[in-house]
Each structure stands twice: as C-alpha cells, then as structure tokens.
C-alpha cells in the first residue's frame, strides 16, 4: 500500500489541471489533426552477430513506434538495430527479432503477438510501450494486465526467458507537446511508469531507465519520436543493461 501512495497520490495533479480541461482537450484534438505523421523504418526486423560461438543473447524486442524505427529511413538505424550495435562491439554474439507497429497500445499489441504463426524463440525479452496507453488512458489495470500477458505468451513457447521493461517515456518533455497538453499527458505517463516499475519489481523483471535527452536535437522532424542520435542512445543504454545479467 504504501509503495503505490505517490502514485495515489498523484491523482491530485488532475484538480489542479482541471481547469484548463478545455483547453487541453482542444490541444488533443489539433495535435491529432496536425501532427505530422512519419512511416516505420524500412529495412530487415532481424539480424545477428556471432564470432565464433553460438548466439549467448537471442533478443526478442515487442513494441509501438519507437521498436518500429518511427524517425529514421532504415531499420539498422532504429531502435533494436543500435542495441545489436552495442552488443556488437562487446564482441557478444547475439540475435536479434522485433515485433512492432506504429499506434498500438498493449492490447493490440497481444492481437498482434496472437497473429504471428510462431513467436520467435528468444533468450531476453524487452518490451517497449506506454505512449499510446496513455494516450488512450487505459486503465491502470488494464495496462499490468496487458504487460502480464504479453510476457506469458511470450514465456508459453520461451520459458527460460530474461524479461527486460524500457520505461514510460517521460510525455511531458516531448518537443511537440505544447502546454499544458504536455504535463496533463506527462502526469499519466508517470502513473504508468509507476505502475510498470511497481509490477516489474513483483515479477523479478528488469525495468530499465535510460535519461535519454528529448530537445530538438535529439528527435525527429515530428518532435514525437527519438532520431537517429536518439535511438543510438537509447540502444547503448538497454545493451549494456542486458550485458549485466
């Protein structure tokens, strides 16, 4: 009970936001008309480094957008790819598979895993999602429940698997937000995240939280996804977390 009280408690940021609801709902709305919208990367979803032993890591990556390389022209540049980079140069053979689509939250993404004819074996299971859960506001119960059973599908076909988490990205720093859009959506972000760290601690998973600057600089042409320089920071950050295992 007490762990989750800040989270409880954060309800409160929503009294304080309420006033400028309307506003807030007029920016959604503009920001969903106006936005502009980039494609997914092109390019292969798997790869592999081995030198000369079999593959130790065997990477399963399940995500939104970002797994998807929204932000840059090709996959090798994308979010899994600069993981498999890092690990590269560690000299640690590796395998590498993402399963990913823009505009999913977690219970299109179980659709998406309950298409697939086979779930690719794997080693280390990561998943990242949270920004269109909360987007779309899903339940705070919903969302444990989701994550639970993305990873127990996973597990059905890959039961030793290592199960990795990225964290909520932090919404309210987003460059294409503007306010005070941006810090209702942060808010939620952060219960999210909350929860997720919460849930992860329960389950012995790895949450992993990477700072990963979100100025201008560092994204995309649509202020919403990292760029190339983003996803390369990001990747480095979650390999050398999964080479601490």
Not at 56 to 61: A, K, T, Y
Not at 108 to 116: D, F, M, P, T, V
Request: hydrophobic share 40%; with cysteine.
């Amino acid at each position: 009970m007490f762990q989750r009280l800040p989270l409880l408690l954060s309800y409160s940021g929503y009294c304080l936001l309420a006033p400028l609801l309307p506003l807030i709902i007029w920016q959604g709305k503009n920001t969903r008309e106006t936005a502009l919208r980039l494609p997914e990367a092109d390019g292969p979803r798997s790869g592999e480094f081995n030198s000369t032993t079999p593959a130790s890591l065997n990477i399963l990556h399940l995500g939104e957008s970002t797994v998807a390389g929204v932000g840059v022209q090709h996959s090798e540049l994308g979010f899994t790819a600069n993981i498999s980079k890092t690990l590269t140069k560690l000299n640690t053979d590796h395998h590498w598979h993402y399963i990913a689509q823009t505009g999913l939250d977690t219970s299109e993404l179980i659709n998406l895993i309950n298409e697939q004819d086979v779930i690719p074996s794997c080693t280390h299971l990561i998943i990242t999602m949270g920004v269109n859960d909360t987007t779309g506001f899903s339940r705070r119960k919903t969302w444990r429940n989701n994550l639970k059973t993305l990873v127990s599908k996973v597990r059905q076909q890959n039961p030793a698997i290592q199960v990795f988490f990225t964290q909520v990205p932090p919404m309210h720093r987003f460059p294409a937000l503007a306010k005070p859009l941006n810090l209702f959506l942060g808010l939620r972000a952060w219960q999210l995240n909350q929860e997720l760290q919460l849930l992860c601690r329960e389950n012995h998973w790895r949450f992993i939280s990477i700072d990963i600057p979100l100025q201008p600089e560092w994204m995309a042409e649509d202020g919403y996804h990292p760029n190339a320089a983003g996803y390369q920071l990001w990747g480095e950050g979650v390999a050398k977390e999964l080479t601490e295992i």
